[in-house]
């Protein structure tokens, strides 16, 4: 059976666009998208001028800092720029491209601690964040702002893997060419800590490590994207799984359109309304890669059977559009348990096993009825 079928409802083009997500006026109704997204997305337009809501004196105060602290990156801000608001300015990376579009995304939320940015060129990606975190920066005593783009190998101490770790992916069917492909390295100074390389275009925006014993971390103040994130540049559709093992597994049974979220399952699904853009942090990996996901028409989740992974695939529904989202039902494993995930799959019952498991998701039936969306 082959993966691509016909979808069955796909959204809007507007859905999960930059307009709606960075807080522009939609062309399109939000009401048109649903009644889940309608009150996401009331919840994520600003408000419309920054005084009218009353900023204080302290909080004007981080606005400054912070504004300063972009300002010395080359960050042209005018006074145009308040907090709460999404501002599309030119980058000064790229200075736009060939076209000098206005190509960075700029915000700073409404207390003014934190402003962040994003260039969307495709051959740029710039991002970074600038906190005003105590009363001493207030009073010009600068904070270094910690941008993306200065990680690297060398400067997280990697290295290529090691035979011993080699062996250790071996024994659960994942190839040493699939590691490569997927720059998967160990540390220097630790030859048994794998560490999963999180890149963006190519660029290394991240790290998260793993112990033979499963102990996991990840490198402090760096963005959250999904993993794999470069596989799934211009699909129409894309595999969603729960780790990075599970990611290099589907890719052993031939799906290369495949991510994994960066962090582990919530206990539950959430009873309370979408929050908004800055106050999602859980998700916050979703907004971080809405370009690539905004192409999409049809989604996988491929999450695992457990309880906390299928509250994870609901939670992922709920954000991205139960319309266009399917779901895996894993193979029985004995008369009283399921297989949990797609390695697991793979290492008892193959490659071939687990891409008609894959081929055979079905459309969606969320486990939650719509009072998921009423206030607590």
Request: charged residues 25%.
């Amino acid at each position: 059976m082959p993966l691509i079928h016909h979808c069955l409802c796909r959204l809007p083009d507007a859905f999960f666009s930059s307009k709606h997500l960075l807080g522009s006026s939609p062309s399109t109704s939000p009401t048109r998208l649903g009644p889940v997204w309608a009150r996401f997305l009331s919840h994520a337009t600003p408000p419309a001028n920054v005084e009218q809501i009353g900023v204080e004196t302290d909080d004007l105060a981080k606005v400054r800092v912070v504004k300063q602290k972009m300002e010395t990156l080359g960050i042209k801000l005018g006074d145009f720029v308040t907090p709460g608001r999404y501002h599309q300015l030119f980058c000064p990376k790229c200075k736009g491209g060939q076209s000098m579009v206005r190509s960075l995304s700029l915000h700073i939320i409404q207390d003014g601690s934190l402003g962040m940015w994003r260039c969307f060129h495709t051959d740029c990606g710039w991002a970074g964040q600038s906190f005003a975190d105590s009363m001493a920066a207030y009073n010009g005593v600068s904070k270094k702002v910690k941008s993306f783009e200065q990680m690297s190998e060398e400067s997280l101490g990697l290295e290529p893997l090691g035979a011993k770790l080699i062996a250790y992916f071996g024994e659960r069917m994942i190839s040493e060419e699939t590691l490569q492909r997927n720059a998967v390295l160990q540390m220097s100074n630790d030859k048994n800590v794998i560490a999963f390389t999180y890149r963006r275009n190519g660029q290394l925006v991240g790290c998260k490590y793993r112990t033979i014993g499963k102990k996991f971390w990840q490198e402090k103040g760096t963005e959250k994207i999904l993993y794999g994130l470069d596989d799934i540049n211009d699909v129409p559709e894309i595999i969603i799984v729960e780790g990075e093992l599970d990611k290099l597994s589907l890719e052993e049974a031939g799906f290369h359109n495949c991510v994994s979220v960066p962090g582990g399952a919530p206990g539950k699904v959430s009873t309370k309304e979408l929050p908004s853009f800055e106050k999602d942090t859980a998700f916050q990996f979703l907004w971080n890669c809405k370009e690539n996901l905004n192409k999409v028409s049809r989604i996988i989740l491929a999450t695992d059977g457990d309880k906390s992974g299928q509250a994870l695939a609901e939670e992922l529904a709920r954000r991205l559009g139960k319309e266009r989202c399917w779901k895996v039902h894993w193979p029985k494993k004995d008369e009283s348990s399921c297989f949990k995930d797609a390695n697991e799959v793979l290492k008892c019952m193959g490659p071939a096993a687990l891409k008609k498991v894959i081929e055979d998701a079905e459309l969606y039936l969320p486990h939650v009825s719509n009072h998921v969306m009423s206030s607590t």
